[in-house]
């Protein structure tokens, strides 16, 4: 069974910092690309970050210079370090597992950037 589990979400002051973690359980892990999304009300879902399995990595416009996306095949985790947080950053975080057709989904965390 697979598993993608996002953890570090909360709420934090405009300027501030949180470091999103997902663990992946079930799946090779070492081979799938992996990816963070958000989606906040009334809005589509965004690629915010996204790694391959080689550890390339491309990022929005938006968040470019401000987060950054990592990955540990050891631990089975990718993780996403979020810094000058922003109200416009505010959303439900998910991160997204890919290989070849394959697709999984977490469950998502909260994130809140108050003003």
């Known amino acids: 069974q697979v598993q993608l589990v996002e953890s570090g979400g909360g709420l934090v002051q405009a300027g501030g910092s949180l470091r999103l973690s997902c663990a992946a359980s079930?799946?090779?892990?070492?081979?799938?690309?992996m990816g963070w999304y958000r989606q906040a009300p009334g809005k589509q879902r965004e690629l915010v970050a996204a790694i391959t399995s080689g550890g390339n990595t491309n990022y929005a416009d938006s968040v470019k210079g401000r987060f950054t996306i990592s990955r540990d095949n050891a631990k089975n985790t990718v993780y996403l370090q979020m810094n000058s947080l922003g109200p416009e950053d505010t959303a439900v975080y998910s991160c997204?597992?890919?290989?070849?057709?394959?697709?999984?989904w977490g469950q998502g965390t909260q994130v809140t950037v108050s003003s």
């Open positions: 997204n597992a890919k290989y070849l057709v394959y697709s999984y």
């Open positions: 079930g799946i090779i892990f070492r081979i799938h690309a």
